[in-house]
């Protein structure tokens, strides 16, 4: 299958400073990418939809400007938690969907954010 | 927000028994899918099953719909230790393009 690629896998950072994931798609175009959050031992929590030349689609009380999401070409988004505090570690998971609808949707392998 | 809510929570069997996960969700859909998380690792598609179709196989896979219940069923039959891990159903529903999540179950296979 389409593997997509995230950068960094874990991450430490000191409390107000940002912190920026990177999410590709490797070997096809992703038209749209989604950044989802996961606690310990909880499921998935979509965060915000990233759509290619345009602003991203956030969920509701997912701050947008403590979460900065850059979709700027077919196989690359960013997100950037700005300021971050404690409150902020979690485990950051991206996805790609290929071009199209209902094209299948890649997951990354995830980044681990710990904010001391 | 989560669609969907999976029981058991949490499941222990041996190896070679058959483990059985369900979900439930709340709206209509247009597909029901499973997927499949190691600890700590990102997630795994493993079959999507269509709000037309009522049960599906892959291997060792057996999923079943019943959108009258909005319910869906996993089974792994002939379980084995690697099968640990966690396990979420997802669902898309109306003119949304994202998943939205279940609240998992964690399979533990007992060598």
């Known amino acids: 299958g389409a593997v997509v690629s995230q950068h960094p896998s874990w991450v430490i950072c000191k409390s107000g400073t940002s912190v920026k994931i990177e999410c590709r798609s490797l070997d096809f175009q992703a038209t749209t990418m989604f950044w989802y959050r996961q606690f310990p031992k909880q499921s998935l929590m979509l965060m915000a939809t990233?759509?290619?030349?345009?602003?991203?689609?956030?969920e509701q009380g997912v701050e947008k400007d403590k979460f900065l999401i850059n979709h700027a070409s077919l196989t690359l988004s960013t997100l950037t938690v700005t300021s971050a505090h404690p409150e902020d570690s979690s485990f950051y998971i991206c996805s790609a969907r290929d071009r199209g609808w209902p094209g299948e949707l890649f997951f990354g392998e995830g980044s681990r954010l710990t904010v001391l | 927000s989560q669609q969907g809510e999976e029981d058991p929570q949490a499941l222990s069997i041996q190896e070679g028994e058959n483990a059985t996960m369900n979900c439930s969700y709340k709206t209509s859909i247009n597909n029901l899918q499973w997927y499949r998380q190691n600890s700590g690792r990102g997630l795994v598609h493993l079959i999507l099953?269509?709000?037309?179709?009522r049960e599906k196989h892959s291997g060792r896979l057996r999923v079943t719909l019943d959108t009258s219940k909005k319910s869906s069923s996993l089974l792994i039959t002939a379980s084995r230790a690697a099968d640990t891990a966690s396990y979420f159903c997802?669902?898309?529903?109306?003119?949304?393009?994202?998943?939205?999540f279940g609240s998992g179950t964690q399979l533990t296979v007992l060598p």
């Open positions: 997802a669902t898309v529903s109306g003119s949304a393009r994202q998943l939205t």
């Open positions: 099953i269509r709000s037309n179709e």
């Open positions: 990233s759509n290619e030349g345009s602003k991203a689609t956030y």
